[in-house]
């Protein structure tokens, strides 16, 4: 259907990276990692080197998202899926209310489910609509999503909980740039490879007072059993001091690093929120317009500034089109979620994704469809 389509060099966006995991890394940041020659990598995470780069993460994000003075900003090893576990364990007394819309906010129920001397509740939306969380009676720990990212749905808002209730906030895809109040949540947590332009194997954990003071009220019940590796005690304890527990990829450190710099320079949070909804508002508008478009996420207030999934009439194959942008290297990464099964596109709206190469982009796959 499209083997005779070549993007003019015109419209080939400056980059051509729009998946949405892991994200588009700036050429800019691997020179400077290579300028720091012998002096970071190769070092003790217990150095000043790497220590003073922790530091900087810490006091960086806490600027960016305006946290409240008594919150920490917690780094540890493992991503975003090692923190489902880590809860579970760690945060939950008795009960866990989780409210569910895609693949990764069932995967957080599944991990909690998945311990015997705890309950889980599930909430379930079904794929592409909307998820409104509310307390839940009998609970503890309230779990939600952010921004799910197999199906571009963000949540509206967040509930108000009891006091001896923690709100969890899985914001791996949306943390940055999707609206968010932390001082209303107890554990804001994501992986840095989305938004934060960062690579994998690091989780962040911006934690209240009340979810530290639950994490030592669990972990001092030598009943309960908590691996050493998924303890709280230790990573906030080791956070205190602008350390992992254990080693990390100090490059990981050094790519957010740069990103938390580049988006306080740019004008902070509320610029960042402004700038993706300009650039969803571009996509979604789009996708309304043409006859063979439509957003997936049909109420427009849970559509993602994160990650748009556009769903594709039938008689265009999406999979096709994708296959010829990759093969002439102008595109990539608009796949459809694999796990979903749709002709679709997802298309990463995060931070380093210009505004100018998306309207390249939607320019490309119209001019491939009408062609």
């Known amino acids: 259907m499209f083997e005779n389509y070549k993007t003019p060099q015109e419209l080939r966006p400056s980059d051509p990276r729009f998946g949405c995991g892991p994200s ?13 020659g012998n002096s970071l990598i190769g070092t003790s995470h217990r150095k000043p080197a790497v220590k003073n780069l922790v530091k900087e993460v810490q006091e960086g994000l806490a600027t960016y998202f305006n946290i409240p003075s008594d919150y920490s900003v917690v780094l540890g090893n493992g991503g975003a899926t090692f923190l489902f576990d880590m809860i579970a364990l760690g945060l939950v007394r008795k009960k866990a209310a989780h409210f569910t819309c895609g693949e990764f906010s069932q995967k957080w129920f599944k991990s909690s489910k998945a311990v015997p001397w705890i309950e889980a509740e599930e909430f379930k939306s079904e794929y592409g609509q909307g998820m409104i969380t509310k307390d839940v009676a009998g609970a503890d720990l309230i779990a939600t999503t952010l921004n799910e990212t197999s199906t571009g749905v963000q949540i509206d808002g967040l509930p108000d909980v009891g006091e001896d209730t923690l709100l969890c906030v899985d914001a791996t895809s949306g943390a940055g740039q999707v609206p968010c109040d932390i001082s209303k949540t107890d554990v804001f947590f994501f992986s840095p490879q989305k938004v934060f332009a960062s690579e994998g194997g690091l989780w962040v954990a911006i934690m209240s007072p ?66 993706a909804q300009d650039k969803a508002d571009l996509i979604y ?34 999979s096709a089109l994708i296959k010829v942008f990759e093969k002439e290297g102008s595109v990539n990464g608009i796949d459809a979620y694999r796990k979903l099964g749709r002709n679709q596109f997802r298309i990463s709206l995060f931070h380093n994704v210009k505004i100018e190469d998306l309207e390249k982009l939607t320019k490309m796959i119209s001019m491939a469809i009408e062609a």
């Open 210 to 275: 009340k979810a530290i003071a639950r994490s030592k009220e669990i972990e001092s019940n030598k009943e309960r059993y908590i691996p050493g590796i998924m303890s709280w005690d230790a990573a906030i304890s080791n956070g205190e001091k602008n350390q992992t527990y254990n080693t990390p990829s100090i490059s990981t450190i050094f790519f957010l690093n740069e990103q938390v710099k580049l988006m306080n320079e740019f004008g902070g949070y509320d610029k960042a929120i402004k700038y």
């Open 285 to 318: 508008g789009w996708a309304t317009e043409k006859p063979y478009l439509s957003p997936y996420v049909g109420e427009e207030k849970f559509r993602s500034t994160a990650v748009a999934t556009i769903d594709v009439d039938d008689k265009y194959d999406a």
């Open 24 to 36: 588009l890394v700036p050429v800019e940041f691997l020179e400077k990692l290579a300028a720091t």
